[in-house]
């Protein structure tokens, strides 16, 4: 993990980002701020070309709908036969079987080098049968998600499943991949108020993906995406949470390899 952000802002990696309109103008700003470059395109008939040019490719089902399954299943197998990494993020993935069956798909078609989501996320890849009521953690979940041990022993069985690094992100984040996991404890609860805040860092994720070994990658973005919220907090406290939402930005604009080496909260279990 020594110098990822070094090495990613040097190599400007271009992330293609197939994501929802509600966060798509964030995570722009995001990739900017880290040091990467964004391509917002979902036309079917440029996909390939698009996807030759990108470095990395981000897969959001957040506003999904029958045209845009086309273009990121294009989208995702084009990245798989260039080598390039493609990072999946299933909001709200349990609301509708519309959802599930789409994500199904991908997982059938597409081979991704990370998943990233919410703990009823990634415990509907775990069970399909999940119902969620919208793309916010249930309060079942919440109960079933409270000890650390029971997000890892998921984790890791949807990593084996899927075979790609696994990203459950709440109050503790989790990253798992195989049988290993790494528990990050940075973040402040404030950043849920923000939305968005889950997008951002998965357009992040994508970009760190292009600059290091998957598992240090993802381990390293969330560490970073909570770091930058808990100084985004301290700087706003007493402002609210649209000048929190700035601050994220300029404070993933100001990150370096040794902010994220003293602040980071990271235990390994490898």
């Known amino acids: 993990m020594n110098k990822i952000i070094e090495n990613l802002r040097s190599k400007k990696p271009i992330i293609h980002c197939l994501t929802n309109y509600v966060t798509v103008n964030d995570c722009a700003n995001a990739l900017l701020a880290v040091g990467a470059s964004p391509i917002m395109a979902d036309e079917l008939d440029e996909m390939e070309d698009i996807i030759s040019l990108s470095s990395g490719v981000i897969i959001n ?29 299933p909001v709200g ?46 309060e079942a979940d919440k109960i079933i998600g409270n000890t650390v041990s029971s997000i890892v022993e ?10 790609a690094v696994i990203a459950v992100t709440g109050e503790k984040d989790v990253i798992a991949f195989e049988s290993k996991y790494a528990v990050i ?16 860092l998965t357009a992040v994720s994508a970009a760190f993906l292009c600059s290091g070994d998957a ?4 381990v390293a973005s969330v560490a970073v995406m909570g770091i930058c919220g808990e100084r985004a907090y301290k700087a706003t406290s007493n402002l609210g949470t649209g000048s929190m939402r700035v601050q994220l930005i300029d404070e993933l604009s100001k990150i370096n390899d040794l902010t994220l080496k003293k602040e980071s909260k990271i235990e390994y279990n490898k």
């Open 61 to 89: 089902i957040g506003t999904l709908n029958s045209t845009k399954v086309k273009s990121m299943l294009i989208a995702g197998q084009t990245a798989n036969k260039l080598g390039k990494p493609v990072i999946l993020d």
């Open 93 to 138: 993935v349990g609301a509708s079987e519309f959802r599930k069956n789409t994500v199904k798909l991908f997982l059938e078609k597409i081979k991704f080098t990370a998943i990233r989501g919410n703990f009823s996320e990634i415990r509907t890849l775990f069970d399909y049968s999940t119902k969620v009521g919208g793309v916010d953690v249930s």
């Open 154 to 163: 998921i984790a890791l069985t949807v990593s084996k499943n899927t075979g």
């Open 185 to 200: 404890s940075n973040g402040v609860a404030q950043m849920a108020d923000i939305t968005g805040t889950g997008c951002m």
């Open 215 to 218: 598992f240090d990658a993802m």
